[in-house]
DNA sequence: AGTGTCGCCTGAATGC
DNA sequence: TGCATTCAGGCGACAC
């Protein structure tokens, strides 16, 4: 379950390895994936060169050398692996789009469950596209601040954890790393937005940001040192002090992790710790 | 307008 | 054993 760290380490794996390469042909498997390829798809990308990886919310940019962008969402199983052999691809059944470039080498997309999308935006209309048009600041950014998050927060009634992974507020913190935040600021997933206290909040976005740069350390690191037959760039092991955790000891209290659902999802913590 | 729920999808895990 | 059900989750669409 890719999120914006993850996220972040793919874009600079791939930037690394098909940086300026071209594309002599593209294949898709099915006409979808959680949405409609766009019209076109392959004929667009034919002869094209990648001559930029970028990153917004959880979606990956890749810029081509004829005024658009390749934007693409990894959902919940989406994988990217690069290929460097001569091999014919598709291999998997859920290999739903291949990439060959001119130099012999290949980017493959495999995805099970289907949640990920792909399309194409002209670079200048990226912030008018309706994926982007509505999205909150990035989590990593100054505008990602107290009092950005207070005066959005002070009104609402729904839940904390609801809120910190909601896209209109801010982008790229999913469950766990939700999960993982509130744990380390002690604030419990079930408090009511309005209840927060400005101290509280600010230290909750401290805590997010220090979270997701850790993680985003940690992916690269592992991606630096990653051997693999296949190439393959995917999910790196983190350990998690709460989420995945029903039952056990809380590291701090050793009271039982517990899990509830909120808004259809689970949500881990510890009841004694966060309040 | 704000809030909560549903559906998309596969495969692993669980239940009877 | 084997078939059926549950669960995981991002996020748009929809309902209230």
């Known amino acids: ?38 019209d076109n798809f392959t004929e667009n990308l034919k002869d094209k060169k990648l ?3 970028k990153r917004r919310s959880k979606y990956l940019l890749i810029e081509l050398d004829n005024d658009y962008i390749l934007i693409s969402h990894l959902g919940m199983s989406g994988k990217f692996t690069i290929f460097s052999d001569n091999e014919d691809y598709p291999k998997d059944k859920h290999d739903h789009v291949v990439i060959n470039f001119t130099d012999g080498s290949s980017l493959v997309y495999n995805d099970i469950r289907r949640f990920g999308l792909m399309d194409f935006v002209q670079k200048n209309e990226l912030e008018k596209h309706k994926l982007f048009v509505n999205l909150a600041p990035e989590p990593l950014t100054q505008d990602f601040n107290t009092d950005y998050l207070y005066n959005i927060l002070k009104n609402k009634k729904t839940n904390i954890k609801n809120a910190i992974m909601d896209s209109h507020i801010v ?5 766990i790393y939700a999960c993982e935040s509130l744990f380390k600021c002690k604030i419990s997933p079930t408090r009511s937005c ?18 997701l740069k850790e993680a985003i ?7 630096k040192d990653y051997r693999k037959e296949d ?4 999910y790196f092991q983190h350990s998690f002090k709460v989420y995945g955790r029903e039952k056990e000891k809380c590291t701090i209290c050793s009271s039982k992790i517990e899990r509830i659902k909120q808004q259809g999802r689970s949500t881990f913590f510890c009841p004694e710790c966060q309040k």
Do not use: C, Q
């Open 171 to 175: 982008v790229g913190v999913g469950n």
């Open 194 to 211: 309005n209840t927060i206290k400005s101290s509280e909040i600010s230290k909750l976005i401290d805590i997010i940001k220090e979270t």
């Open 217 to 223: 350390a940690s992916g690269g690191s592992t991606l």
């Open 1 to 38: 379950m890719p999120e914006l760290p993850e996220v972040e380490t793919i874009k600079n794996g791939l930037a690394n390895k098909l940086h300026n390469k071209i594309i002599s042909d593209a294949v898709i498997n099915r006409p979808n994936l959680r949405t409609f390829f766009p």
């Open 51 to 53: 001559t930029a990886f």
């Open 231 to 234: 190439g393959t760039m995917g």
